[in-house]
């Protein structure tokens, strides 16, 4: 690190990127939560959202992902994902891209390719889906979903091991229920196809095998699981029990003289601004959740908020120094005209105060859901004196004090350039001293600090060969949906990336028949039995609004396996009962891909019986379906069927070993 002298006052600014007022009403928060990928073998890389000429790039795993960014992992390769503690695993040559991500949606699309999606806690107030070329797909329960879908976007396969979950395309609607494998294809129509799952493959073995990290992870015993990242924590530190603060982590193989947020870069992430990326393989959690505090012997130390709640994402917990009379926006005026800035981390006492818009409510919440010794009168003290400020030589000065304010060791500074071009900051960082730490005071200043093209991506990333890329553009796939996903974020004076061509599911309430789709004319569109490889159609309106259809399965317990049973032909499946215990639906039988002929009547989501549409009282009965699949013996079945086998080899033999033989064989 570089010594120089200070020419100008430093000046502490923790709202040094707001141009604007800080009042927001809840509305203009962001979201809680954020995506993460945390694993990468091989080829993976991403995309940001908001830029149609941004290159794709190596991934960064510590890099924050969120609405409108992509992934890709070519072939022989893969990665993980994390949005709180559902994992989304991709296999090799799958691309998929973040539709909606707020704090009431997880909405992904993919591409081409196999993901497994694992959700750990499944909340009923969340809508998770997951969109393909040809339907859309929405998890009911906690389990295990594997979703295949084609290059050409003509079938998609879903395999689910555990849980349940609703296909909906074209106004169709399927149940999906564990230990079963559902092909659907077509795009106009849907044809079905399905069997029993099979034992797992490679990719779901080594599926597996990554769950078994996070559920042996003894850092889930202080973090909440929701913390993406605390996995990474077992390998890279050591817990201890502080007398102040409770269980710390402390880091393992620093170099002396380390301070957290100063090995890694910033990043311009919307809708929170600046965004710290760190460079150590562990450097997620403890970088956008907790505190950091200095504990005995000079070490810093991690302190996580309340295991028990989901804790709230922030950009960087960290305070910045900057401003001053005469100095640009937030630089530190340095010798020989070297303009730079300079941030802190934030102890476990400290309010946290974000520079973007919020509510009073977020700023409560992100405090009291990431440290455990403050509380919300504490929070709403520090907003309060934050707002009441007092002017001195024409600039804005708040009685608040930091802890590690005044520490030299604890402060980072690099120049201007570094800062806004996302360039690492530990090889270029400058040196303050304790004496020009002295008279810090802290502001607010009127300018940001403006993002340019570079601040996007990391300066040291790796454009992706052509090869390595997805071999058709992410914007020009179509995506059937259920919920319509939010418009592309616009960076300014950068046009926009187009959306892809959104197709609406068309589905209707529980118990109906499917909604009629409609043209954009407003027009009901009738449609006939598909072609073998029908075109996209991108004519369809996208859903009316943000929320689900409501025709969700019980949520009291998972659907039990259903077993093979043949159907009457050309007959819905009868109501149930209304019962609490929900009633395991039949299974299907299965048909011809509609290359051969036309397909079937859709089944739908346990509808009552209905008089036959317009379109369908003069049609030809359809033809006979073939019966079920033979039934599959369980290990069980097939254990008894050779225990048998052995008792009657036993008796004929001892038949022909008897003289005379006897009418009835004696039992042994």
């Not at 691309?95 to 704090?103: F, K, W, Y």
Request: aromatic share 8%.
């Amino acid at each position: 690190m570089k010594k120089v002298s200070l020419l100008v006052v430093l000046f502490l600014a923790l709202g040094i990127f707001l141009g604007t007022s800080r009042t927001a009403c809840a509305q203009d928060d962001p979201p809680t939560r954020v995506a993460r990928l945390n694993f990468i073998q091989g080829s993976v890389s991403y995309q940001p959202g908001g830029d149609d000429e941004q290159e794709w790039v190596a991934a960064d795993r510590n890099r924050p992902l969120t609405t409108g960014d992509n992934l890709w992992s070519d072939e022989n390769s893969r990665g993980e994902l994390h949005i709180g503690s559902t994992a989304i695993r991709l296999g090799g040559q799958t691309g998929i891209s973040i539709l909606n991500l707020d704090d009431s949606t997880i909405q992904i699309q993919l591409t081409q390719g196999t993901i497994e999606v694992h959700v750990r806690r499944y909340d009923p107030d969340n809508a998770y889906e997951i969109d393909t070329p040809n339907l859309a797909f929405t998890i009911y329960a906690p389990g295990k979903y594997r979703i295949q879908t084609d290059p050409d976007g003509y079938s998609t396969m879903i395999l689910v091991r555990d849980g349940q979950g609703q296909v909906t395309g074209s106004g169709q609607s399927y149940d999906v229920n564990p230990n079963q494998m559902y092909t659907f294809s077509g795009t106009d129509q849907l044809g079905y196809d399905v069997q029993p799952a099979g034992g797992p493959d490679p990719f779901e073995s080594w599926s597996a095998s990554r769950d078994l990290r996070e559920d042996s992870s003894a850092s889930s015993r202080y973090v909440s699981r929701d913390m993406d990242g605390y996995y990474d924590l077992d390998d890279n530190g050591d817990w201890q029990n502080d007398p102040e603060y409770g269980p710390v982590w402390i880091p393992r193989n620093v170099v002396v003289g380390w301070a957290p947020y100063q090995d890694g870069h910033w990043v311009w992430v919307a809708p929170w601004g600046w965004t710290w990326v760190d460079s150590q393989p562990w450097g997620f959690a403890p970088f956008h959740y907790g505190r950091w505090t200095q504990v005995r012997g000079g070490y810093w130390g991690w302190v996580p908020g309340p295991p028990a709640v989901r804790p709230v994402y922030a950009p960087a917990l960290v305070g910045f120094v900057g401003g001053g009379p005469g100095s640009a926006g937030v630089s530190i005026g340095f010798g020989g005209g070297f303009a730079g800035v300079a941030w802190f981390p934030l102890g476990p006492r400290d309010v946290y105060l974000p520079a973007y818009h919020t509510s009073p409510a977020y700023v409560q919440n992100i405090n009291i859901t990431n440290t455990r010794v403050i509380n919300v009168t504490q929070v709403t003290n520090v907003y309060n004196t934050y707002h009441t400020t007092t002017v001195v030589n024409n600039v804005t000065v708040n009685r608040i004090n930091y802890t590690y304010a005044n520490n030299a060791a604890a402060v980072t500074a690099v120049s201007r350039e570094t800062f806004v071009g996302a360039k690492p900051v530990q090889a270029s960082a400058v040196r303050v001293t304790p004496e020009q730490l002295q008279t810090v005071r802290v502001v607010q200043t009127a300018q940001p600090l403006t993002p340019t093209r570079a601040s996007y991506v990391s300066a040291t990333a790796r454009v992706t060969p052509a090869a390595s890329r997805p071999p058709v553009a992410f914007a020009q796939t179509r995506v059937v949906a259920r919920i319509a996903p939010p418009a592309p974020v616009v960076r300014p004076g950068i046009a926009p990336r187009p959306a892809p061509p959104i197709i609406s599911a068309g589905v209707a309430p529980k118990g109906g028949q499917p909604a009629a789709r409609t043209n954009n004319a407003g027009a009901a569109v009738i449609k006939a039995a598909p072609p073998a490889r029908p075109n996209a159609n991108t004519n369809n309106r996208p859903p009316a609004n943000n929320q689900p259809v409501n025709n969700q399965p019980a949520r009291t317990q998972p659907a039990p396996t259903p077993q093979p049973a043949e159907r009457p032909n050309n007959q819905p499946r009868p109501t149930p009962a209304p019962e609490p215990k929900p009633v395991t639906p039949e299974r299907p039988a299965a048909v011809e891909k509609p290359a051969e002929r036309p397909a079937p009547p859709p089944p739908a989501k346990n509808p009552p019986p209905v008089n036959p549409r317009p379109e369908e009282r003069n049609a030809p009965p359809p033809p006979a379906k073939p019966a079920p699949p033979p039934h599959q013996p369980t290990p069980a079945e097939v254990q008894a069927q050779q225990k048998q086998q052995k008792e009657q080899q036993k008796e004929a033999d001892k038949k022909k070993n008897e003289k005379p033989p006897k009418s009835e064989p004696q039992e042994r």
